[in-house]
């Protein structure tokens, strides 16, 4: 069986080296020049389901919760097994309050214990959340090494210019995100916006949440002195440069979180649009031989390896076995 896959963000390559595991020839296209160029390129890269579950269905964490096992094997050492902090001022405590009883998989975490997990932020915060099962890793990274990886089995790939022929394969997965709005029903576009600062005088070892009634935030570190500050989430397919309103948001909230970050380096800022349901969750669309795996939401790095998995099962005519119904065998 040959599969041509549309899109080689983040759904597109995972869906690769799953069909790839399974012997099936394929091909990816993408109109981009380079792999990851969408939305994931943007992404906080956090495989954090038991936070994610704070404000979203049951199924998020259902499906993400072998999402850290999975990014383990597929891009060997560049996930950060440290768990998820998650923090309020004294003055927000009932954000936490709020948070934690919306979710699970958490201890509570006193002054002493937020000192011991980020030094950097003794004496800062009273009261947090700690998520140990949780992790993440920087998605740039784990999209060159998939594709490092499918590259060594054999996966063809067509970057910018013309696609390929569909009529050569037996199966069309498509993966383009926000690109299917308008031909995929129900299907809206979410605009999520973030920046990256580099300073030597703060050091996380794992993201840190915090909680604010307006805009939460969170801090993610990549390599040393440099870390990724997201996200919003509006409600437009409009691209564009980031706006004041949530720049400001942005670095008043990561100066909340320490001092020293307002005198940072703003080194980029990017928006992506994230596909979404009005569920919010990812659904597998049958229509003819092409298969669309959309919706992932906020949620693509932490859902994707599941829907490939799904999507592999029901190109194979397997019994599909996941944890939410909203598979669909017709657009």
Not at 181 to 209: C, D, F
């Amino acid at each position: 069986m040959r599969i041509l896959i549309k899109g080689a963000g983040v759904a597109g390559l995972t869906a690769a080296l799953e069909l790839t595991r399974r012997g099936l020839a394929v091909t990816v296209f993408d109109t981009a020049a380079q792999i990851g160029k969408g939305a994931s390129w943007f992404a906080g890269g956090m495989l954090a389901p038991w936070c994610e579950r704070e404000s979203a269905e049951q199924a998020v964490l259902d499906l993400g919760q072998t999402a850290l096992d999975w990014w383990e094997e597929a891009a060997p050492g560049l996930v950060t097994s440290h768990g998820t902090l998650v923090v309020a001022s004294a003055r927000d405590k009932a954000e936490l309050t709020r948070f934690a009883s919306r979710t699970s998989g958490y201890r509570l975490v006193d002054e002493d214990d937020i000192a011991t997990l980020e030094p950097d932020l003794a004496g800062r915060f009273r009261h947090g959340l700690f998520f140990e099962g949780e992790g993440h890793l920087d998605p740039r990274l784990a999209m060159a090494a998939l594709h490092r990886r499918l590259l060594e089995h054999g996966v063809a790939f067509h970057l910018g210019g013309e696609p390929p022929d569909e009529g050569g394969f037996d199966r069309i997965v498509d993966c383009t995100g926000h690109a299917q709005v308008g031909s995929l029903s129900e299907l809206r576009g979410v605009r999520g916006e973030m920046l990256y600062l580099a300073t030597s005088e703060v050091s996380l070892s794992r993201p840190v949440r915090l909680l604010h009634p307006r805009i939460p935030l969170y801090i993610v570190p990549r390599e040393p002195g440099r870390f990724m500050v997201g996200a919003t989430m509006i409600e437009t397919e409009e691209a564009g440069p980031i706006s004041a309103r949530s720049m400001m948001e942005f670095l008043n909230a990561a100066y909340a979180l320490h001092p020293s970050f307002g005198e940072a380096q703003i080194i980029e800022t990017g928006t992506g649009i994230r596909p979404a349901f009005p569920d919010n969750l990812p659904r597998i669309v049958e229509d003819g031989k092409t298969l669309s795996i959309n919706g992932a939401h906020r949620h693509g790095f932490l859902l994707s390896p599941a829907m490939a998995r799904q999507a592999a099962d029901f190109i194979e005519q397997k019994e599909v076995s996941h944890a939410d119904p909203r598979q669909r065998r017709s657009a």
